[in-house]
């Protein structure tokens, strides 16, 4: 493969460890598409003649066929997929193919071929996370008005509605497509024509290059071309704060699906029974999306610890990107799906969360803030009127609206019987309605501006 200047062949074990034809043939695609542009490229400006070209351009062709039925034969002694490809090119063309690789590297082939495959990567999931968010809408549109105990710290904090929250994940994965939207731009420069790492003497049009491959411009230096993995990088710290946010959804999904919680059901198509407990349904998927996060993330410092201290420019090590990157394209792509269907499919249970928004005294606050409207308390001296309360209630084991005037009284003696409007799990949902609130109209407000947004 190296012409004159190796007398031998690598050791069975420098193939094994060398060769990664095993998971880069995945860039097949790409990696012809790069050398289309190239030898288009090479023919505009007199590198190659017309008919080299015309034949580089039909070989390649083949290659791709023979590819995509399953009848190339990918040989790990041929390294990569840019070799593997440009050998069977001139195995099958001849002379023309030998002047394919002419003012390129396997160094810009390889930033190319890679860029290119993960811009599509990253055109997919924002189509994934917008699916994702679709089905969050509808079911918050669905149960905007469907109280539910809003949590801090996990203890039951004050009441809220579950469109709120759903719609709490529907603004976090719409950073995520703002993040994934953001790498895509900075990916989206070409590093073909850098060669090596230095440029080339030939008169390559870096320009025509960048645009036949949908690159906004040429990278502006050789050296980093070749280098940058910046875009690999940025992809895996997308793709592992979107997996954390999944993480989260699954973790509150597993936890709502317990008989204690009871909150939600998932479908049968996303759980699994027990080999022994008969009455048990795990909620497996969700449990999947939360253990997945561990493999995303790992991928992301995985690549971080490869390039730490790598000189420049191009060093084998950074062979070590790919296989981080595909794995965790693959399963974030089958978790965003998952977990779309999840909720799509789960039944919501209005009647125990309504039951559980009122447990824990989560209408305290409101009982606060009408002593302060209706009173003229300051709110620290109805903080502590409502604490006293509480506690009254909890003596007597009742929940704060069957408390009687008297005993509210005996709190403060100024409390009236105006306060059970409020102490409702309703009425305090329905009273929060400062911009961006939990009431159920502002929820609805929420999801029309939402939808003219994201979808
Ligand atoms: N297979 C290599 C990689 O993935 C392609 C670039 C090889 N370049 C080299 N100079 N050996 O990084």
Same mark, same amino acid.
């Given at each position: ?42 023919? %505009? ?44 090119? @001139?195995? =099958?063309?001849?002379? +023309? ?103 080339? *003497? ?71 029974? *027990? *080999? ?34 790598? +000189?420049?420019?191009? *060093? ?7 296989? +981080?990157?595909?794995? %965790? ?44 409207? =209706? ?6 001296? %109805?903080? =502590? ?10 003596? #007597? ?10 005993? #509210? ?28 609130? @939990? ?10 501006? =939402? ?5």
């Amino acid at each position: 493969m190296w012409g004159g200047h190796f007398a031998d062949g690598p050791a069975p074990l420098m193939e094994q460890i060398n060769a990664s034809i095993g998971f880069d043939k995945r860039l097949y695609a790409h990696d012809l598409a790069g050398s289309r542009a190239h030898a288009r490229m090479l023919a %505009a400006v007199g590198l190659l003649e017309a008919r080299e070209r015309d034949a580089i351009l039909a070989g390649l062709d083949a290659i791709e066929a023979k590819i995509e039925v399953g009848e190339f034969d990918f040989s790990p002694s041929l390294e990569d997929i840019h070799m593997n490809i440009e050998a069977r090119l @001139t195995e =099958a063309i001849g002379e +023309p193919g030998r002047k394919l690789h002419t003012a390129r590297s396997r160094n810009d082939q390889i930033a190319t071929d890679f860029r290119l495959w993960l811009r599509d990567v990253i055109d997919g999931v924002d189509g994934l996370l917008q699916d994702l968010q679709r089905i969050l809408l509808s079911r918050a549109e669905a149960h905007h008005d469907w109280v539910m105990p809003g949590f801090t710290h996990l203890q039951a904090a004050q009441p809220v509605v579950f469109g709120h929250h759903l719609m709490a994940y529907v603004e976090m994965f719409g950073r995520d497509r703002g993040r994934f939207a953001d790498a895509r731009k900075r990916l989206n420069e070409s590093p073909l024509g850098a060669a090596a790492l230095a440029g080339t *003497s030939f008169p390559i049009d870096r320009t025509a290059t960048a645009e036949a491959l949908g690159f906004d411009r040429p990278m502006a230096n050789s050296i980093d071309a070749v280098s940058d993995r910046d875009f690999a990088l940025e992809f895996l710290a997308g793709a592992s704060i979107t997996a954390i946010h999944l993480s989260r959804l699954a973790e509150e999904l597993v936890l709502w699906s317990t008989p204690q919680f009871g909150f939600v059901k998932m479908s049968e198509a996303f759980s699994s029974g *027990s *080999s022994i407990m008969p009455q048990k349904r795990n909620p497996d998927a969700a449990e999947l999306l939360r253990g997945k996060t561990g493999r995303i993330v790992g991928s992301l410092n995985g690549l971080l610890m490869t390039l730490k201290g790598l +000189p420049l420019a191009y *060093s084998k090590d950074m062979q070590e990107d790919k296989e +981080p990157v595909f794995d %965790a394209a693959d399963n974030l792509r089958l978790c965003l799906a998952a977990g779309t269907a999840m909720i799509e499919t789960m039944t919501v249970n209005r009647e125990a969360m309504r039951l559980a928004a009122g447990i824990g005294y989560t209408t305290a606050t409101d009982l606060a803030d009408w002593m302060v409207r =209706a009173l003229g308390m300051p709110f620290r001296e %109805a903080h =502590a009127a409502t604490g006293r309360a509480v506690k009254l209630a909890e003596e #007597l084991r009742l929940d704060l609206p069957e408390l009687s005037l008297d005993q #509210l009284k005996s709190v403060d003696e100024r409390i009236t019987a105006d306060v059970f409007d409020v102490l409702t799990v309703d009425r305090s949902v329905a009273s929060r309605t400062s911009f961006g609130g @939990t009431a159920p109209s502002c929820v609805l407000d929420a999801v029309a501006h =939402a939808k003219t947004r994201y979808l």
